[in-house]
Nanobody, 127 residues
Framework: QVQLVESGGGLVQAGGSLRLSCAASGRTFITYTMGWFRQAPGKEREFVAA????????YYPDSVKGRFTISRDNAKNTVDLQMNSLKPEDTAVYYCAAAAASRLKYGYGRDLSYDSWGQGTQVTVSS
């Protein structure tokens, strides 16, 4: 339905920055909300950021608020995640997600609210 491809992952030192990108294709006209999640080895998938179609409303958990910024370019069908002041605990596989609904059944921070997922990109932060 909506295909997502992440890019931009890599290795960075603590305190550094990294920018992830997600390219969407398919039925992007019904992708009202885009989000980023991450999953570290042995841990559950964790909400990172979300942005609505209007790009005016963004959502972050306390763990990344003030350090990460999500942005969206509807003309290019892309969503980015700018990550600053990275910490070793940010190390994880980062996934792009899309929700084709103006109202999310489980809210912005639940993976069950999203319909489409990318393959993930590895982010490693060294101490």
């Amino acid at each position: 339905q909506v295909q997502l491809v992440e890019s931009g992952g890599g290795l960075v030192q603590a305190g550094g920055s990294l920018r992830l990108s997600c390219a969407a294709s398919g039925r992007t006209f019904i992708t009202y909300t885009m989000g980023w999640f991450r999953q570290a080895p042995g841990k559950e998938r964790e909400f990172v950021a979300a942005i609505r179609w209007s790009a005016g409303n963004t959502y972050y958990p306390d763990s990344v608020k003030g350090r990460f910024t999500i942005s969206r370019d509807n003309a290019k069908n892309t969503v980015d995640l700018q990550m600053n002041s990275l910490k070793p605990e940010d190390t994880a596989v980062y996934y792009c997600a899309a929700a084709a609904a103006s109202r999310l059944k489980y809210g912005y921070g639940r993976d069950l609210s999203y319909d489409s997922w990318g393959q993930g990109t590895q982010v490693t932060v060294s101490s």
